[in-house]
């Protein structure tokens, strides 16, 4: 009988100012740990979030033939709690995490958390490459241009690995299909490699803030980034390219162009949960 483990993950477990162990429990007993690696003898190892801060451990683990399972969907866990009238601390969320059906885990591989790493490595060189344009229009160049330039060509090339990697990913191919684009759009590949798709698509607007005037800015901020940067990519394909999908074709010919790109933005995540559910009917019925 395999021996599993459930784990309150921290960001700080390592050290700084805050720092705040993992919490564990094992069915028997409740205990602390700095690193993720000293559970190396339990066969299933399940956490209710994967901070990046962790990779490294949960990678060492994997290789060591470790199984790590995260929580699909964190709601889950304050819904339990939520049941039995229990605040939330760091005790009581690993033991409620034992008592939570193993489908609503997701197992973790060595690819899911090498995209990760290549998808915050695009993200930053994103956001730095900004930075430098504006202090380069403030006259700050200091031959600024050149660096760059060189930012840009390393950014094309975490894309392009980001692409290889989801290619063959059944989702990202079925939404390729269903939009009427070619398989080569980043901003497609990190929404199918991130959006937890399996939840209702009301619960997919509230994470990305797609609700205008509710969110109050407490939403997925880097996500949201990038269904923007597709809407307005498929935007642009819809007036060009005869293939891409009719829906989205008719919002930009009978709309102007913001309200075209928050319906685009909401046709997105409807064609992305389509392309999930069809990719999974065939492993459903194997």
């Not at 900004?130 to 840009?152: P, S």
């Not at 490699?193 to 969110?215: D, E, I, S, Y």
């Amino acid at each position: 009988m395999s021996r599993a483990v459930f784990v309150d993950t921290s960001r700080t477990a390592r050290g700084g100012k805050r720092r705040k162990p993992h919490v564990c429990y094992d069915g028997k007993r409740i205990f602390k740990i700095s690193k993720l690696t000293k559970l190396k003898d339990y066969d299933e190892i399940f956490i209710d979030t994967l901070f990046p801060e962790i990779y490294d451990e949960i990678l060492q683990l994997l290789r060591r033939g470790n199984k790590v399972y995260y929580l699909k969907d964190l709601t889950t866990l304050k819904r339990l709690r939520e049941r039995n009238n229990l605040k939330k601390n760091d005790v009581i969320d690993a033991t409620l995490l034992s008592q939570i059906p193993k489908d609503c885990f997701r197992q973790l591989t060595e690819t899911d958390l090498s995209i990760d790493l290549l998808i915050r490595k695009y993200e930053l060189l994103t956001k730095r490459i900004v930075t430098l344009k504006h202090w380069v229009n403030d006259g700050w160049n200091y031959g600024l241009r050149d660096v760059i330039k060189l930012m840009k060509k390393d950014k094309r090339s975490v894309a392009k690995k980001i692409i290889e990697a989801v290619s063959n990913n059944a989702v990202y191919r079925k939404a390729c299909e269903l939009f009427g684009i070619k398989r080569n759009s980043i901003e497609l590949a990190i929404l199918v490699a991130k959006l937890p798709l399996h939840l209702p698509l009301v619960r997919l607007r509230g994470l990305l803030g797609l609700f205008p005037g509710r969110n109050k800015g407490r939403y997925d901020h880097e996500l949201r980034r990038h269904v923007g940067n597709f809407a307005v990519n498929l935007y642009l394909n819809a007036k060009r390219f005869p293939n891409v999908l009719d829906e989205a074709k008719e919002i930009v010919n009978s709309l102007p162009n913001n309200q075209a790109i928050f319906r685009l933005e909401l046709l997105t995540l409807k064609i992305l949960r389509k392309a999930y559910f069809e990719a999974m009917r065939p492993l459903a019925d194997e």
